[in-house]
């Protein structure tokens, strides 16, 4: 089994900042793949940034200037440093990890959400 979890979501101000985290443990060989997605209500869940093994990163447009996804190897732990939020930023983000469990197989798991409201 994988576990994967998430911390740092909160309320902030318009032109803000917040640094999410998610570490994943449990029957992993290998994490090829760690990403951030985020759904508002009413909306379906988009992607914010992804980062892999390589450390490659892509980001959706709406993330390219503010948001930085940077990755700790050694402990399979992901992290997303959010600023110049906005209030549009406000959504339950995801954690996504993809890669290899103990038994080679192709992994796909998802955190619980971390709540981050931009407000005033």
């Known amino acids: 089994q994988v576990q994967v979890v998430e911390s740092g979501g909160g309320l902030v101000q318009p032109g803000g900042s917040l640094r999410l985290s998610c570490a994943a443990s449990g029957s992993i060989f290998r994490v090829l793949v760690m990403g951030w997605y985020r759904q508002s209500p009413g909306k379906q869940r988009e992607l914010v940034a992804t980062i892999t093994s390589g450390g490659n990163t892509n980001y959706a447009d709406s993330a390219k200037g503010r948001f930085t996804i940077s990755r700790d190897y050694a402990k399979d732990t992901v992290y997303l440093h959010l600023t110049s939020l906005k209030a549009e930023d406000t959504a339950v983000y995801y954690c996504?990890?993809?890669?290899?469990?103990?038994?080679?197989?192709?992994?796909?798991?998802w955190g619980q959400g971390t709540q981050v409201t931009v407000s005033s």
């Open positions: 996504n990890v993809r890669g290899l469990g103990s038994k080679f197989e192709s992994i796909d798991y």
